[in-house]
């Protein structure tokens, strides 16, 4: 069957949290036992600010940039 490769059908639709949880798994990569502790958390706020102040959202962009710290 070409041109079916790697693909499945979902058995039931992604919840949100799903959705996202899954976006940001496939853009930070795997998360590993020896990362620092805050790390996977840091990397994903840097990403939710970037995505805010690419959607001209720069006040939600640094309230994300603000629970760094």
């Known amino acids: 069957m070409k041109g079916r490769a790697y693909r499945y059908e979902n058995e039931a639709p992604w919840t949100d949290e799903e959705s996202w949880r899954a976006c940001v798994a496939s ?34 962009a640094e309230q994300a940039e603000n629970l760094l710290t």
Request: glycine share 8%.
């Open 27 to 60: 853009v930070l990569g795997p998360q590993f036992k020896t990362d620092p502790a805050g790390k996977r958390r840091r990397d994903a706020l840097h990403l939710a600010a970037a995505a805010l102040r690419a959607a001209g959202e720069s006040s939600l």
